[in-house]
């Protein structure tokens, strides 16, 4: 069925260090990956997103990588600094569908000052 | 993002009773859906709508009912068959295409159970 595995479910990194969270998806049909970050209390809000005919995608700090073979895909973000904690979903749409979206279960990160 | 609302912020509901939560937005989206949010468990589509006057159901539609009169407009009604309505409950809506587009989310709403 439909399903998202995100890892690790908590991260904790000292400020400057590299942060890096995991997800694997089941359908080979998904075609769109966003990520969204959400901050205690918040709304959660995209952070970066890539689709399936591109392999790597950079916003300033924060990086996403592609692999479609393996049906896997990371959020990397470089030079953590405090206003980066937050709990972060990744979520594929499943059958190439322009609706559903199905989210892994989050990741606490934790920026250590 | 800020074009969508949410309201009320808290909500507490009694046993047997129905409440309704708002999501209003004014970005001209076609789309609107319903996600649950439970500590630890992730966001989970209740209801989503592609146009006015359709709706389809989510992963975990049971317990819930809603409507699509306006565009504008696509409230969650949590009823009394819904044993475990204690979560928070986000709306977003989006505009897609010939591909999916970006889904913005409302502030939510938290439920509670008296």
């Known amino acids: 069925g439909e399903n998202v595995e995100q890892h690790p479910s908590t991260l904790s990194v000292q400020e400057g260090d590299s942060a890096v969270i995991k997800c694997t998806y089941s359908?080979?049909?998904?075609?769109?990956f966003p990520w969204y970050k959400q901050e205690l209390g918040k709304r959660p809000q995209l952070i970066i997103d890539?689709?399936?005919?591109?392999g790597e995608k950079k916003d300033q700090r924060i990086a996403v990588t592609l692999n479609k073979t393996a049906k896997h895909f990371s959020l990397h973000i470089t030079e953590t600094q405090p206003e980066d904690s937050a709990v972060y979903f990744c979520?594929?749409?499943?059958?190439?569908?322009?609706?559903?979206?199905?989210f892994g279960k989050g990741t606490l990160l934790t920026v250590n000052p | 993002d800020g074009g969508i609302t949410q309201s009320p912020k808290y909500l507490f509901r009694k046993e047997g009773q129905n409440v309704t939560l708002s999501c209003e937005q004014n970005?001209?989206?076609?789309?609107m859906y319903w996600y649950r949010q439970d500590p630890g468990q992730g966001l989970r589509l209740i209801y989503y709508?592609?146009?006015?006057?359709?709706?389809q159901k989510g992963d975990i539609a049971e317990g819930y009912s809603v409507s699509r009169e306006k565009k504008e407009s696509f409230p969650l009604t949590v009823t009394s068959a819904q044993k475990n309505p204690t979560a928070f409950y986000l709306c977003?809506?989006?505009?897609?295409?010939?591909?999916?587009?970006?889904?913005?989310f409302g502030p939510g709403t938290r439920l509670l159970v008296l």
């Open positions: 359908d080979s049909a998904s075609n769109y």
């Open positions: 977003a809506s989006s505009n897609p295409g010939p591909t999916m587009e970006t889904q913005y």
């Open positions: 970005l001209n989206h076609d789309a």
């Open positions: 709508s592609q146009i006015v006057n359709d709706f």
């Open positions: 979520a594929a749409n499943f059958g190439g569908s322009n609706y559903k979206l199905t």
């Open positions: 890539i689709r399936s005919n591109v």
